[in-house]
């Protein structure tokens, strides 16, 4: 029996609809259920996707949400959601975060970089750095902490997130990680440095997973799983553009293509999903702007769609859809 992953990246409210188009078009064309792979990796937007696949929430459902268009049936986490007023989020701006004034480095965050030099990642540990943003990503998510269980979910979710006093990745869910309510874990992923203020989970304040890696996808390695699905929202060509929206990516792609390979050199088959020039425009450059989130859904589905028509994805995909009907 072919065991799957999935892996959903970073990409705040737009990469959010992102995903939704993604896998709509899977569970669709494809017959690929999100809900019922063996392991979910959700970093940022990508932890409050994977959350509502724990919950069980449908794919079409969460991008029937993400529209506001018409619910099945059996959706009540979505309509519990939907009754929740959610709070307008500031025009999202990285040239916003490198104007945010650094805090100096702690003890923790230098003696990591002198006995793990190998573990060290500069960005992510100047990421961590930046002053806390003002924004309660907290009170964003409300409507989750109000359907979360006391019990983590099952099977398993594993959410990232930083340790702000030292830039380490830490990974929610996973075994002999630090214990966590489902809320607090998902909004320590999404807390993106100078624009979200960070989370405290048990006395330590921590901020957005994807300052380490917009997906974190090599976590998967050595875990039993044959096959991966990656979403990623943040990679994807950007061209020559000289602008820091267009860096980042670069950035995103470079990080993906190292987790891929550090996937694949275990055995571990992928398949990719990033946006291409086309959902590129759409989802613009404000990645928490709710004002073309049906366009991106719809463009997501679309690019997706061909992408996983092609014979060598098909058949993977395939591997997948019969894994989760076993």
Known sequence: MTRVGLVL??????????????????????????????????????????TLLRFGVSAEDLAAWTVKAPLSGDEDVLRQMAGTPVPELAP??????????????GRHMLQR???????????????????????????????????????????????????????????FGRPGAPAAPIHLAVAASCA???????????????????????????????????????????????GLRPDVYAASRRHSARLLRREVAALEATGVRTVVFAPGAAEQQVMGNDMMSRLRLNEVVQTAFLGAGAR????????????AREAGSG
Not at 201 to 214: C, E, K, L, T
Not at 308 to 319: C, E, F, H, K, T
Request: net charge positive; aromatic share 6%.
């Open 92 to 105: 999202f701006r990285p040239l916003d975060l490198l104007r945010r004034p650094l805090r100096p480095p």
């Open 308 to 319: 996983a028509a092609a014979p060598a994805v098909s058949d993977l995909i395939r591997r």
């Open 9 to 50: 990246g970073a990409g705040g409210v737009v990469g959010q609809a992102y995903h939704s188009g993604v896998l709509a078009v899977l569970q669709h064309d494809f017959g690929f259920d999100a809900r019922r792979v063996d392991m979910i990796v959700g970093t940022s937007a990508g932890s409050i996707t994977g």
């Open 113 to 171: 970089a002198l006995t793990r030099p190998w573990l060290f990642r500069p960005v992510a540990a100047g990421m961590a750095l930046v002053a806390p943003g003002r924004h309660d990503i907290v009170e964003q998510l409300g409507a989750l902490r109000e359907l979360a269980k006391p019990d983590w979910p099952e099977p398993a979710l594993w959410i990232c997130a930083v340790r702000r006093r030292d830039g380490r990745r830490v990974v």
């Open 192 to 238: 993106v440095p100078g624009y979200f203020a960070p989370v405290d989970i048990g006395g330590h304040a921590y901020v957005d997973g994807g300052v380490h890696s917009p997906t974190n996808a090599a976590i998967l390695r050595n875990r039993g799983v044959d096959l991966v699905v990656i979403v990623s929202p943040m990679s994807g060509p950007a």
